[in-house]
């Protein structure tokens, strides 16, 4: 299981025990990715050679192990016809709720 199945577990198990309210379901930009691909009838193989992204940094996407920075969302925008902003803000908002339970209860 990876970090972020791990994560996302953990908190779905605290919310119905009551210890949490429920957050929104975590969901990584590599999720969103295969979900494209699988749509588009597009391969990885496709995508790293039209884009210019390694094979190896797509497969760690889509495994949830890397993020979305500003020049695989440029590449990502270009190949499936979107904007960089879409895929950098679903990783902002992933990092959002899965890094919040981290400082709930923190001064600011």
Known sequence: MNAFAAFASDALVR???????PAAVLEHPGE???RKLAD????????????????DLVLALLRGERAVTSDVALALADFFGSSARVWL????????????????????
């Open 15 to 21: 919310a119905d025990a009551g210890l949490e309210a």
């Open 89 to 108: 803000d679903s990783q902002r908002a992933f990092d959002a709720a899965a890094y919040a339970p981290a400082y709930a209860g923190r001064a600011a």
């Open 40 to 55: 588009t009838g597009a391969t990885i193989a496709e995508l790293s050679r039209s884009s210019g992204l390694s094979s």
């Open 32 to 34: 969103i990715l295969g």
